[in-house]
T-cell receptor
């Protein structure tokens, strides 16, 4: 069956360190993968999109990698700050012509000062 | 300001009642989506619409209904047939309905509680 999995355990790190979140999927061949940030009680906000032919994408302190052989994406936040504390969701395209996204359950990041 | 709005923010329903959640966007997006989120879980797709007057079932459509009479509006009705409707409901829109390389924009959500 198709699955997309993120680490359900919260990630606690110290301010200034690099946070690394993992997204694994099975039985999909997504053309692209997206990452969103969600604060409690609010809607998700888009962060980054990476295509299947891209190995890495960067935006300011954020970096995403996409390994289609391992079926895995890694999301990195460098020089983390307490304001980065939130839940991070990965999402991949369910098909090539509907715009449907399948979301992982999210990983909660807590950055301690 | 362009964006996507949902109302109400909080909604309480008695068992056996139908309720309608509003979703409006002024982004001129063709595609709109409804998701349900339960505590500690990701988003699950209820319905989506790629164009006006057309919509498709998502993964958990049972007990829900939608309409798409206008491009900017995509209301969701939670019917009495939905056995466990208490959840956080999110509406989203996207400029590209055919799965192109564009993100989804989300509204602030409606928290529905069944009493």
């Amino acid at each position: 069956s198709q699955k997309i999995e993120q680490n359900s355990e919260a990630l606690n790190i110290q301010e200034g360190k690099t946070a690394t979140l993992t997204c694994n999927y099975t039985n999909y061949s997504p053309a692209y993968l997206q990452w969103y940030r969600q604060d409690p009680g609010r809607g998700p906000v888009f962060l980054l999109l990476i295509r299947e032919n891209e190995k890495e994408k960067r935006k300011e302190r954020l970096k995403v990698t996409f390994d289609t052989t391992l079926k895995q994406s890694l999301f990195h936040i460098t020089a983390s700050q307490p304001a980065d504390s939130a839940t991070y969701l990965c999402a991949l395209a369910a098909s090539s012509n509907t715009g449907k996204l399948i979301f992982g359950q999210g990983t909660t990041l807590q950055v301690k000062p | 300001d362009g964006g996507i709005t949902q109302s109400p923010k909080y909604l309480f329903r008695k068992e056996g009642q139908n309720v309608t959640l509003s979703c409006e966007q002024n982004l001129n997006h063709d595609a709109m989506y409804w998701y349900r989120q339960d505590p500690g879980q990701g988003l699950r797709l209820i319905y989506y619409s790629q164009i006006v007057n057309d919509f498709q079932k998502g993964d958990i459509a049972e007990g829900y209904s939608v309409s798409r009479e206008k491009k900017e509006s995509f209301p969701l009705t939670v019917t009495s047939a939905q056995k466990n409707p208490t959840a956080f409901y999110l509406c989203a829109s996207s400029i590209d309905p055919r799965g192109g390389f564009y993100e989804q924009f989300f509204g602030p959500g409606t928290r529905l509680t069944v009493l």
